[in-house]
């Protein structure tokens, strides 16, 4: 039932239905966060100065092209958008299904693609526009990567590891704890065996040399930009902040509501990971140790998170994956079970190709898009929070993404130390010198509305598309019919 062509069918079936979610679903709140800035970019903007953004801009500048050829349609970027993370996703499980090779008794794996296709989340999440799916990809190939170097030696393969690495870091500051986990991991699977510390040492140096050389080169070309205090400022100190301590209690984020509606959509992979974390203690393996400690590391590092947003588990899917390879190659060695398993895996699948065909995230958020579009020039400025904005349209304030969070973090942070000073006077000032001829105001996301409605909600009358408020005396009220 899992012979090569079977698998190759349904991993063909799982990406065609997965290219027309990316075309039908709405976007989930950081893809239009993550597109506006690629397209303000493209417009001249400089992130965390013009515009704030708490992810390392690598992204906004690899989109901004793209972001530019395909104005002023939102869907057509976003679909492009996607169809390059679907790419990525590609080559990803070309690596994992060679990694996860390596912790079978046959060092064949072909199927083992499946167990992270037929988990819709994780194919979502590694479609989603955003810094995670390139890291997530960047990072299983390092791992592929460091452990063909521990298993056969190759200085080659570490010094790939360690440039993976610090490629994946480009992409996103979430890289750092999960390499130093697979370090952790490391340590622990050879610390048994010194036969293995001598490589094992001189890997690891490779690694550190090759992760700088990308790294090295954003520093620079932030440096010679004129911005790297501003960065540092949103990346760390503010996200430090902001997911540690100063987040609202409000948000309803609870890592345990997130593990277990992500082990409700995907029992198999849970619980094989969870059973190959158990194997991994009974039969240690560098290919499962490590695993094993990042997925347990990884988790940990998440309790004290005000956000555990469900993309968090992207990574800890894979390395949860790679744990259950051996689990599922057990049974499927087992006459008794293994046209069971062979089924629940392809049935797996087919549940993704369902949700692909069904789910959507906020259904409303196009209609929104195209009438703060119509309703504007190329001019105008708008005042809009993902994922309701229009994507082609400047802000009038640096706060456009979720005030309620960033404004009170960053006045925590500013009473406390040094930060770029003015900006919550300067999104005041703007309601007078530069106002938003739309204002999208949601009900029931009081956290995204911009500082200062309140007080000038008087001055905008609602439209026929409700949240969307249009501002009096502006051209496009003028053409309306609204009083």
């Known amino acids: 039932?899992?012979?090569?062509?079977?698998?190759?069918?349904?991993?063909?079936?799982?990406?065609?239905?997965?290219?027309?979610?990316?075309?039908?679903?709405?976007?989930?709140?950081?893809?239009?966060?993550?597109?506006?800035?690629?397209?303000?970019?493209?417009?001249?903007?400089?992130?965390?100065?013009?515009?704030?953004?708490?992810?390392?801009?690598?992204?906004?500048?690899?989109?901004?092209?793209?972001?530019?050829?395909?104005?002023?349609?939102?869907?057509?970027?976003?679909?492009?958008?996607?169809?390059?993370?679907?790419?990525?996703?590609?080559?990803?499980?070309?690596?994992?299904?060679?990694?996860?090779?390596?912790?079978?008794?046959?060092?064949?794996?072909?199927?083992?693609?499946?167990?992270?296709?037929?988990?819709?989340?994780?194919?979502?999440?590694?479609?989603?526009?955003?810094?995670?799916?390139?890291?997530?990809?960047?990072?299983?190939?390092?791992?592929?990567?460091?452990?063909?170097?521990?298993?056969?030696?190759?200085?080659?393969?570490?010094?790939?590891?360690?440039?993976?690495?610090?490629?994946?870091?480009?992409?996103?500051?979430?890289?750092?704890?999960?390499?130093?986990?697979?370090?952790?991991?490391?340590?622990?699977?050879?610390?048994?065996?010194?036969?293995?510390?001598?490589?094992?040492?001189?890997?690891?140096?490779?690694?550190?040399?090759?992760?700088?050389?990308?790294?090295?080169?954003?520093?620079?070309?932030?440096?010679?930009?004129?911005?790297?205090?501003?960065?540092?400022?949103?990346?760390?100190?503010?996200?430090?902040?902001?997911?540690?301590?100063?987040?609202?209690?409000?948000?309803?984020?609870?890592?345990?509501a997130t593990i277990g509606v992500s082990m409700a959509e995907a029992p198999v992979l849970w619980a094989a990971g969870l059973a190959g974390i158990a194997l991994a203690m009974v039969r240690p393996r560098l290919e499962t140790t490590i695993p094993a400690v990042v997925v347990i590391g990884a988790l940990a590092a998440l309790l004290p998170s005000r956000m555990p947003w469900n993309h968090y588990l992207l990574l800890v899917q894979v390395f949860l994956a790679l744990l259950a390879v051996p689990v599922v190659d057990l049974v499927l060695q087992s006459v008794r079970w293994r046209a069971a398993a062979a089924t629940l895996l392809l049935l797996m699948v087919v549940k993704t190709a369902v949700l692909s065909t069904f789910y959507t995230e906020i259904p409303d958020g196009p209609k929104v898009q195209r009438a703060a579009l119509a309703a504007t020039g190329p001019e105008d400025r708008v005042a809009m929070p993902p994922p309701y904005h229009p994507i082609f349209r400047k802000d009038a304030f640096f706060f456009w993404v979720v005030p309620g969070l960033l404004i009170p973090s960053y006045l925590d942070l500013c009473a406390r130390a040094r930060c770029p000073s003015g900006l919550v006077a300067a999104d005041a000032r703007a309601w007078d010198q530069s106002p938003p001829v739309t204002v999208f105001a949601p009900p029931d996301e009081p956290l995204w509305i911009p500082r200062g409605w309140d007080e000038h909600r008087s001055e905008y009358v609602a439209t026929s598309t409700p949240g969307l408020w249009l501002r009096r005396g502006s051209p496009a009220h003028a053409n309306s019919n609204s009083p």
């Open 1 to 256: 039932m899992l012979r090569p062509s079977i698998v190759r069918a349904a991993i063909a079936v799982a990406f065609a239905f997965l290219l027309v979610h990316a075309l039908r679903s709405g976007c989930d709140h950081d893809e239009v966060e993550h597109l506006h800035a690629a397209w303000l970019v493209s417009q001249g903007q400089v992130p965390f100065v013009d515009f704030v953004h708490v992810h390392h801009p690598t992204i906004f500048y690899l989109l901004a092209p793209l972001a530019r050829a395909l104005a002023p349609s939102p869907r057509a970027l976003v679909f492009a958008a996607r169809t390059v993370d679907l790419l990525l996703l590609a080559l990803a499980l070309l690596a994992f299904r060679a990694t996860a090779a390596r912790t079978t008794e046959d060092r064949r794996a072909d199927w083992a693609p499946l167990l992270l296709l037929g988990c819709f989340f994780f194919a979502r999440n590694s479609m989603e526009v955003r810094n995670d799916p390139w890291m997530s990809a960047l990072v299983i190939v390092a791992v592929w990567c460091w452990l063909r170097y521990l298993g056969e030696g190759g200085a080659r393969w570490a010094a790939l590891a360690g440039f993976a690495i610090g490629c994946a870091t480009v992409f996103s500051q979430k890289t750092l704890p999960f390499a130093g986990l697979i370090g952790i991991g490391t340590i622990v699977a050879v610390a048994r065996d010194r036969s293995r510390w001598a490589r094992t040492a001189r890997g690891a140096a490779l690694v550190a040399g090759a992760a700088a050389v990308p790294i090295l080169a954003m520093v620079i070309a932030i440096h010679r930009a004129g911005y790297w205090s501003e960065f540092a400022f949103w990346n760390y100190a503010v996200t430090r902040n902001l997911y540690l301590q100063n987040a609202p209690s409000n948000l309803g984020a609870s890592l345990f």
